[in-house]
């Protein structure tokens, strides 16, 4: 799903690092280079019995400071899966994709096709 300023939403799949197996799938996530971390609705994090384990603090576009907790989730899209930190959303949040989760997934930003394409070879200390 794609929209005129650039930006798209992509499909993805949840499941407790813990409780392996069940999986949300939550449609239209906005991939979102410039959040750290992903932002999933609450009740999907819950329905998956995902712990809330911190409360951080975010500055939103607007410049309001919002406090959320944060869990543990494993993130599947685009064929790849990582364990990352992410964020329980309130109603009013977007459901967000955010660039750390990129990173784990080994995926970029295809900014003219619209879609995330594998990042190739992650860097690596010589020997």
């Not at 949300?24 to 819950?46: F, H, K, Q």
């Amino acid at each position: 799903m794609t929209d005129r300023m650039g930006t798209f939403r992509i499909d993805v799949e949840l499941e407790n690092p813990t409780r392996r197996g069940p999986r949300r799938l939550v449609t239209g996530v906005l991939v979102d280079t410039g959040s750290e971390l992903s932002w999933i609705p609450a009740p999907v994090l819950e329905s998956l019995l995902i712990e809330r384990f911190k409360i951080k603090r975010f500055r939103q576009a607007t410049g309001a400071i919002v406090e959320r907790w944060t869990g543990e989730a494993r993130v599947h899209a685009a064929g790849t899966v990582t364990p990352d930190e992410v964020v329980f959303g309130d109603p009013e949040d977007l459901m967000i994709l955010g660039s750390r989760t990129l990173e784990g997934l080994n995926l970029m930003v295809d900014p003219v096709g619209k879609r995330l394409v594998d990042s190739g070879p992650a860097p690596a200390a010589a020997a």
